[in-house]
């Protein structure tokens, strides 16, 4: 091993979400820090499926005009444009079969890293 256990800090999306500020906190005292920072979380997703995108396919085929748009990128006319060719993401679900393969995959994994850790690891 090339790091002792109280060099690690490992934290879970699943934990984040519920509670931003405390995953911050325990953050800022594993580095040391004072915890004078007050920064208020930001409910907004990065990459959110519910807002209208142009989709893979189209940004793939379309991307040899990005650099002769980008000059008109903010303005009027390219907005009406872009609203024409963007719409909510749609991801297809993910198939049963393939979903039991890949926990049957992952589950030594899984189980080393709940052994590891010395917790479970709920929805893994």
């Known amino acids: 091993m090339y790091y002792s256990s109280s ?9 984040m ?3 931003p500020a405390g995953q911050l906190i325990q953050l800022r005292n594993f580095l040391g820090l004072r915890n004078n920072f007050h920064a208020s979380p930001d409910d907004k997703k990065v990459k959110d499926k ?6 893979p396919e189209l940004r793939r ?3 040899w005009l990005k650099p002769v748009v980008a000059p008109f990128r903010n303005t009027h006319i390219f ?3 872009h609203s024409l060719v963007v719409r909510e993401v749609e991801y297809p679900a993910l198939h049963p079969d393939l979903r039991k393969r890949m926990v049957e995959y992952y589950a030594p994994e899984a189980v080393a890293l ?3 850790l010395g917790r479970e690891l709920p929805g893994w």
């Open 50 to 55: 519910a807002i209208p995108m142009v989709s």
């Open 61 to 63: 085929r379309l991307g």
């Open 17 to 19: 979400k519920p509670d």
């Open 7 to 15: 060099q690690l800090l490992i934290l879970f999306f699943e934990e």
């Open 79 to 81: 907005g009406k444009l």
């Open 114 to 116: 709940r052994k590891l």
